[in-house]
């Protein structure tokens, strides 16, 4: 056996002659190793006939670095001393306490933890020995050979990422502050790229294989004593960042003693509500990308629930980008959280026809239950990742149903009949593709697919009909509204549909360019006995007198949804829809009717509500929507049906422009009187001038009289196309709602209710006691009437919601800003007409000091600077804050009051918390020049005149000229503000020296 040693500094950077290292002369045979420096044993295949195998070996105090090559004659040998040096140096490893000197230790920490990834408990390192490519070595020449040592380095495992830190210079050859920055060299993967592991059963090394999506795959080999720990340790952290995943995504080849370790170690967290953050996380980290633009929410609608729905991004980026959409829907496969997931308003493009040709190991080939994919694997291979993600989706979850990508993909179909050649083919939206030849196959639980809003081509087309025309597809819903459909294909869709006739229990074809023929469309859609829910808005039908759908079809549904909107109905269609309400039994299930601007008028619409309802006075829990219809043509027969208690719970009757005020009335009337709706909203109503006096009684009646209202929406609109509102006479009408005892929700929005009828609103709250939430923004309400909203909560103890007002506050800096801009003004052009009366001798003594000044710019010094006005604008700002902190403290006191939580009824407010004397803008900017800094000396420097005049109370007083001056003793300014009314019981002289809000 011969050995020769190679000696490594990272501190002089360079690597010793390879033949003195190996010379008799060079007095290293005879020293030994401590066991506890060595890093590696391992062989060096470098293709080379000889058997040798290499030993690493770190001073940990000094931080240098040597090597030993030991060569045998016999491979016999050679594998013995290997096995034996390796059990030996890894028993003295275990025993070791302190593997690491506390200098590296500290160090390397603050590497990892410069990346975000170090969290004490979560965290572990190790020595490890940089390999280098095995292939590489054996075509390296004699003067490359320096180059392809191999060098020792700390691999770090964090949370989410392997940091490879190379060594750090000795402690005596640093500064004093050591800095990071001198070790550029080191390199982080994410743990959720890696796609394979590998670790050798005969000596020490082990390959890490990680590849991010796009990219070339990266090699790591190295080798450590530690190889086994560092295997089980990266798998537990994998499997904690995936703690759902049964198959794990890479290659994991390790010796049996490393998969007996795995199996007793303790299990890593288990599945948890925060398992899809930890995932996704890890996922973000492993990409480049920010976890924090994704947002995301979880919603539980009534079916296929929880529902994972994915939000645009944070900021002002308009799309996520290929990586981060990645990210996301890897973080849910094998997820069996969600029965529904939902893209909808997302952008999916960029994965559209975007191929990863660098590697396989995200495509997916087996379903959770791990059976093979009835698919070609080369044409998994070969499909966009778009495809392949949804694919994934799809097959590894039992419990996810329903999958909707409603606007996902806005690509336009390529129209083969106009193409210049034949095989210009459109690819498709990618979507179709990826799920239908799966629900063929019956490879996947989803069975509800929303393709709402994206432009099916021919391609998408044949994907789809050659799963429906399969039995075995069992296709429970198809949301096809905004699809482009045309009556070819409208017809191709439902007879392929046919063989679903038992399955399928919801249909969306609105907002399509096709034109439905009533008979053909009839017996087409006849054919689905389960049918649920039903959407045909804004759908074109042919002339006739024949209903869209006859009364037998009607008969033979149990429906829960029927929408209809802007979609033509005449008397037939009409008559069916009624003879399905009149049959109770058979339309029970029925919640939603939807049948706004659908060309109705107050006779029909009288005529289904008598239809609908079993027995008059008691409601039938059904949402009746017949906004935008001709309601005032027959008004007489709807408001007497509504009067009489045959409206349903819920009706919507918005956005009705009545030509006379008088039918408006009318119909308040018959709601005051009606003893069924609970939920009533009749917002963007239009009338021909403000609300009148008898109007204005009506709905106080309203108010007060009704006893079946809980939720009312009587919003008007402030758009620039429109404008609608009752008038300042609704704020009488309000006070309907003291005598009020059943109201929960009111929404009052755009009405500009203004200072009086935020006054009227703080009465009701005062008396009333069953109002939970109140919706009254954007109505123009001041300060003054915020101010008075929040009182009246002192001791309401009811009322859960209340809005801040922060369009008034806008509103307010801006008025107060323009204003203040205006004075100043103001007050410079008649500093510059006063200043013009001096006499000579004051003006020649002061010339040198101003020469070069502009008459503008000393005027200004006499006014108001910017600062000041910023100054004001932030008192104005600080009385809007401490109302709305005054807000927030008794809804929370509300809150805990109602859901049992003891809550005293005072809450921390004190008396000058609750302004209410009224103010002047001139008292607001006299209290910004007491607070500026002063600058009387420089003002008498530039000219500015002498310090101000003191009154009585010690209060200096600001001395303009014009117009503008006595803003304080008994002058007053000659034109009125409006702001003065908008910071009443603002500002008041007990509020000045008020404490600021707790920080």
């Not at 491979?75 to 390796?86: E, I, N, S, T």
């Not at 809980?710 to 309000?734: H, P, Q």
């Amino acid at each position: 056996m011969s050995s020769y040693r190679h000696s490594q500094s990272p501190s002089i950077g360079s690597s010793p002659d390879l033949q003195s290292l190996a010379s008799d002369q060079s007095g290293d045979r005879g020293v030994g190793i401590p066991l506890r420096h060595i890093v590696a044993v391992f062989h060096q295949d470098d293709g080379r006939p000889h058997f040798a195998f290499e030993v690493f070996y770190l001073d940990d105090e000094t931080n240098n670095t040597s090597s030993m090559t030991l060569q045998f004659g016999d491979p016999d040998d050679m594998h013995a001393w290997l096995a034996k040096v390796r059990e030996t140096a890894n028993t003295n490893r275990l025993a070791d306490a302190n593997p690491l000197s506390a200098y590296n230790s500290h160090l390397a920490a603050r590497v990892v933890e410069s990346q975000s990834d170090y969290v004490p408990h979560h965290y572990a390192i190790y020595k490890v020995v940089q390999r280098p490519n095995s292939k590489s070595s054996s075509r390296a020449s004699s003067d490359d050979l320096p180059k392809a040592l191999a060098s020792v380095c700390f691999l770090a495992v964090g949370v989410h990422k392997v940091h490879l830190i190379p060594l750090f210079k000795p402690q005596s050859q640093r500064a004093s502050s050591p800095s990071l920055a001198s070790n550029n060299t080191q390199s982080s993967y994410g743990i959720l790229s890696i796609t394979e592991l590998r670790v050798s059963e005969l000596d020490d090394t082990l390959e890490l294989t990680f590849r991010t999506p796009l990219q070339r795959p990266k090699v790591l080999h190295l080798a450590s004593l530690a190889s086994h720990d560092i295997a089980v340790r990266l798998r537990y952290v994998e499997e904690n960042l995936r703690p759902e995943w049964e198959s794990r995504p890479y290659l994991f080849i390790v010796p049996d003693p490393v998969k007996r370790d795995i199996l007793r170690q303790a299990s890593p967290h288990g599945i948890s509500q925060d398992s899809l953050d930890r995932t996704l996380i890890g996922y973000c980290a492993a990409y480049g990308v920010k976890a924090e633009n994704i947002r995301y929410r979880v919603t539980y609608p009534d079916e296929d629930h929880p529902r994972f729905e994915l939000m645009p991004p944070a900021g002002r980026r308009v799309h996520y980008t290929d990586l981060e959409l990645l990210a996301v829907m890897r973080s849910l496969r094998y997820n069996e959280s969600f029965g529904g997931i939902s893209f909808a308003g997302v952008s999916l493009d960029c994965l559209n026809g975007l191929s990863d040709d660098f590697g396989d190991d995200h495509v997916c080939t087996k379903t959770k239950r791990g059976t093979v994919l009835r698919l070609d694997v080369e044409e998994l291979g070969r499909s966009c990742l778009l495809v392949q993600e949804i694919r994934a989706l799809a097959v590894t979850s039992r419990k996810l149903r329903r999958l909707d990508f409603s606007g996902c993909i806005t690509r336009k179909p390529r129209d083969h009949l106009a193409s210049s050649t034949a095989k210009a083919r459109d690819v498709g939206c990618g979507i179709v593709e990826a799920l239908f030849p799966l629900c063929k196959y019956q490879s996947t639980n989803v069975d509800w697919i929303a393709l709402n809003n994206i432009q099916l081509g021919e391609t998408d087309l044949d994907y789809l009909v050659a799963a429906a025309v399969e039995r075995s597809c069992h296709i429970r819903a198809l949301e096809l509204s905004g699809c482009g459909l045309t009556d070819r294909t409208l017809s191709l869709i439902l007879d392929a549909l046919r063989p679903q006739e038992n399955t399928l229990e919801a249909l969306n074809l609105s907002s399509n360019p096709f034109r439905v023929s009533p008979t053909i469309f009839d017996s087409q859609i006849g054919v689905f006995g389960y049918l649920t829910k039903l959407h045909l808005s804004n759908v074109a039908r042919t002339s006739g007198d024949e209903p869209l759908i006859a009364v037998e079809t009607f008969q033979a549904w149990r429906l829960q949804e029927l929408v209809l909107s802007g979609t033509s109905l005449n008397k037939a269609t009409v008559d069916a829809i009624a003879s399905y309400l009149v049959n109770y039994k058979q339309s029970a299930a029925l919640r939603d009717l939807r049948l706004d601007h659908c060309y109705l008028t107050g006779e029909s619409v009288a005529f289904l509500l008598r239809s609908m309802n079993e027995k008059p006075g008691k409601a039938r829990n059904l949402h009746f929507d017949v906004s935008e219809n001709y309601i005032e043509h027959g008004l007489r027969d709807l408001t007497d049906a509504i009067a009489e208690g045959v409206a349903p719970s819920h009706l919507t009757i918005r956005l009705i422009e009545f030509e006379q005020e008088e039918d408006f009335r009318q119909l308040i009337l018959a709601f005051a009187r009606n003893n069924t709706i609970q939920h009533l909203d009749i917002s963007r109503a239009s009338l021909p001038s403000d609300a009148s006096e008898e109007t204005c009684q009506a709905l106080e009646r309203m108010f007060s009289d009704n006893n079946t209202l809980e939720w009312l929406d009587m919003s008007g609109e402030d758009s620039r196309l429109e404008t609608t509102k009752l008038g300042v006479g609704i704020n009488r009408a309000l006070r309907g709602l003291q005598r009020n005892r059943t109201m929960r929700v009111l929404l009052i929005k755009y009405q500009k209710l203004g200072l009086q009828g935020a006054n009227t609103l703080a009465d009701v709250l005062k008396v009333n006691t069953t109002l939970e939430q109140l919706y009254c923004e954007n109505n123009g309400i001041p300060l003054q009437g915020f101010t008075d909203l929040v009182n009246a909560l002192h001791r309401n103890t009811t009322l859960l919601h209340l809005p801040s007002m922060d369009e008034s506050r806008q509103l307010a800096l801006k008025t107060t800003e323009d204003q203040v801009k205006q004075i100043r003004e103001e007050a410079s052009s008649t500093t510059h007409y006063s200043s013009r009366r001096r006499s000579s001798s004051v003006r020649q003594k002061f010339t040198s000091r101003v020469r070069g000044r502009s008459t503008s710019d000393k005027a200004l010094s006499m006014g108001l600077s910017d600062q000041d006005i910023k100054a004001a604008l932030g008192l104005v700002d600080e009385s809007w804050e401490r109302q709305e902190y005054r807000l927030q403290q008794y809804l929370q006191r509300n809150y805990n009051l109602a859901h049992g939580v003891p809550a005293a009824l005072d809450v921390d407010d004190e008396e000058f918390e609750r302004p209410d004397t009224a103010t002047s803008l001139g008292r607001l900017i006299e209290k910004v020049q007491l607070e500026r800094t002063p600058t009387i000396e420089k003002d008498v420097q530039l000219g500015g005149g002498g310090p101000p005049a003191i009154h009585d109370g010690g209060v200096p007083s600001i001395q303009l000229n014009g117009p503008m001056q006595g803003w304080n003793g008994d002058q007053t300014l000659d034109r009125v503000s409006s702001l003065e009314k908008e910071i009443e019981r603002s500002f008041s002289s007990s509020m000045w020296d008020r404490p600021r809000l707790p920080s």
